[in-house]
Every structure is written in structure tokens, then in C-alpha cells.
């Protein structure tokens, strides 16, 4: 019989701390040898409740499925249809979230012109202006009203189809380095090349509601109340805030979670503030529908949208619309493997990169340097744009006739269960298996 008592005890398996994990040591290696924060680009990486975490229950007896080649399903939408003289009547209910040019090239920006329009919805400028090349190859452009009015122009705001005022946003406020300060961009936003930019937090010129009431009609009357007025808003405070949008006048709410993206801002925003797309759709849906306006006044919901399951999600819990940012540039090209080895040399990888602040983008989508701009072609990488927005599409419509329904917007709460109790309580719906909604009857 062996005698343990003569042996070294057998060793323990080394354990890292979940608290003090890989990441989170390297955070604190990289602040304490350079004494500043981190910045990056996209929205939040941390995993939250999101739509993966609901499901469909398909039609079968008690309701009956549509056919999927006679039987239509309709995806059209009408945005801006309270007080506009001419809202904005789209295919499709993805549109293109605002991103700037400064933060993307100018090939980019076409390129997100050329994909909306061959898909039948609209793109938005961001902060900095409108760009020739955008405004030449978007039919439907919506024009970003910015708390810094970098290259705000009232003539573009005529030549624009729709206005929005933002806000807020999923990662907000953001930035823009110095070394993407070319010299266009520098005179677009008339500040110093090479400078870096900061966009500011708040409006200057109103500090509340009846201010943004105020706003809201001076746009109006220098478009001749044709112009759809959209109001951003930073899931914060969903309810509230959409409430306080209705009140001023939107035509259109948009509600950005904090999955949605920035060019760049603090890691420590991006990751901390706000509350997820999910949690923030079914206050919003019941401000309008405490105030009658549901449908009235359209709501678009971004940050984190990927599929067409995520559209039909997002319209069942009572969205009239989505937009997408992150998603849109990989459909681009952003982080594509084929750039593997140079994203290696910048100390990353596919899939990873988020230091679009550099302006040293390998894809020439986040990037004002020429050599890397012409590395993306406008009309190919507008054509994926196309075929991404056209599956998503036929995604979103093969789940509505799986549940019944020949309109997108016919899908409801009712179709929907949740996996978890956080997404159950969120959304609003039952959780699988169970009639219970968490919250609902008080419990």
C-alpha cells in the first residue's frame, strides 16, 4: 500500500480570477504605463439580453401559416407621416444609421448611398455635413442635426429628404483624432486640420423640451414643413423620453440601445452607459401608446441589429423600423479576414479591430488616407450592401408568413416568447413554456 504521507501532495490546476480576467488585467497594465483612457470605436462588446434570446412561436392549427410563393408580405413603410408635407415612403424597414464622413472614407459613403438606394430604403449623413458623393447616390438621405454643427449647412437641410436631431446614442458622445483631420474634412467642419475632435454632449442653443419644441419649428419652416423632423435619443430613459420627443413635435423617435455604435469615444462609456436594445423598445412602444400616437409617430430602433430575425423582433414588440451602422460597413468589408495579416501588424485581428480612430482601416471603410480609400470600391462594396439588406428582408418576411402575417407590421407581442427571465421581463412576453411575463402582475 502506497504511503501518501512520504509524497508531495498532487498539485491544484492554476485558476484565474473571473473578476481580474485577462481583459480586465490588461486594461489596467495599458492605464497604468500610459495614464489615459481607452478609446475605441463600434458599440458595446459585453454580453447583454439581446433578440437572440426570444422566439417565434410559428402558426400551425390554432392559426395557419402564408405560402411562401403566392402569398404576399408586405415590408413597405411610410416614415414621417405626422406633420410632413412629404414623408418618406421606403421598401423596406432598414434604413442606415448615421455615421459620419470624417469617421469613413468618402468611398464609404457612396458606397452606403449606392447600397440603400438599390435596396429601396434610406441613409443617413452623421455629424460633419453631407458629402456630394452621398447625397449623389442616395435617393432617400436623412440629414444628422448635431449638438457640434460640424459642416452644418441650411441649404443641405433643404436638399436633404428628412432631418435628425440627435440627441443621443448608443456611445455617445463621440470623437474624431486628429490624424483623420485630412484637409476636406478640416473645411467641411471648419476647424484646424489635425486637430482632434470632440463632439459635444448637448445642443447649445436649447436646454430642454420647450427649447427642442422651439427648434423643431424653426426646421420646419426653413423646409417648409416638408421635411419629416426624426428625434435621436441614447437608450436611457425610453419612456420618458420618447414621450418628451412626441411632445415636441418628431415625426419620428429613433432609439438607439447601447449595443449601437460610435467612430470613437471612451471604452468605459461605451460599456457602461445606457441599457440594451432590448430593454428599451417596449417603454418606448408604451409612451407612444399612452399618448395615441403608435403608428402616428414612427419609431426606429437601432444598436445591434444583424438579421432579419432581429428586424421581425424588433417590429413585433412594436417598432415601425430598424437602422443599422456596425453591421452595414462588415457588409462593406469592415474587419473582412482577407486583411488578416495587416490587421496582425496593427496588434490585432478580423473580427476584432475597433481602433477606427487611427484612421489606418486596412478595408479603407474608418480611414481618410488615400492609399487605404482606394482600396474600396464603391459600386462592389454598394452592391453587398444590397444583397445584405435584401436577405435580411427576405429573413424578416419568411418568419411574419411562418406566423401568419402578409405585413411586417402585423407581427406582435403575442408571436414572441423569451429563454430567459431578463429577456421575458424586457420584452415584455412570456417566458417559454409559461404564460408568465416577469413584472407583469406585480411578481
Known sequence: MDDFSTKAPPPTTPRKSWTFSDDVNSDIRRAAATGIYDIRGGGAKRRVPHFDDLLFLGASISRYPLEGYREKCDTRVTLGTRFAKKPIELDIPI???????????????????????AAGTSTTTGDGGMTEEERGHSKKLVYQYLPS???????????????????????????LLGQKISDRVAEMRNLP?????????????????????????????????????????????????TTLAIKAGADVVVLDGMQGGTAATQDVFIENVGQPTLACIRPAVQALQDM?????????????????????KALALGADAVSIGTAALIALGDNDPR?????????????????????????????QDPELMARLDPIAAGRRLRNYLNVMTLEAQTIARACGKNHLHNLEPEDLCALTIEAAAMAGVPLAGTDWVPGAKGF
Not at 110 to 115: S, T, V, W, Y
Open 149 to 175: 454643427r460640424y459642416g452644418m449647412n441650411p441649404d443641405d437641410l433643404r436638399r436633404c429628404d428628412a432631418i435628425e436631431i440627435v440627441v443621443g446614442q448608443g456611445a455617445k458622445p463621440g470623437m
Open 193 to 241: 486640420k489635425g486637430i482632434d475632435q470632440r463632439s459635444a454632449c448637448r445642443h447649445p442653443d436649447w436646454t430642454g423640451p420647450d427649447d427642442l419644441e422651439i427648434k423643431i419649428l424653426e426646421l420646419r419652416e426653413i423646409t417648409n414643413w416638408e421635411k419629416p423632423i426624426y428625434i435621436k435619443i441614447g437608450g436611457a430613459r425610453p419612456y420618458f423620453d
Open 339 to 367: 486583411w488578416e495579416a495587416e490587421y496582425n501588424r496593427l496588434g490585432t485581428t478580423a473580427g476584432a479591430y475597433d481602433d477606427w480612430q487611427e484612421g489606418r482601416d486596412p478595408a479603407g471603410i474608418t480611414t
Open 292 to 312: 395615441g400616437m403608435h403608428r402616428q409617430v414612427q419609431l426606429v430602433i437601432s444598436g445591434g441589429i444583424r438579421t432579419g430575425a432581429d428586424v421581425a
Open 95 to 117: 434604413t442606415i444609421a448615421g455615421m459620419s464622413f470624417g469617421a469613413l472614407s468618402g468611398p464609404a459613403k457612396e458606397a452606403l448611398g449606392r447600397g440603400a438606394t
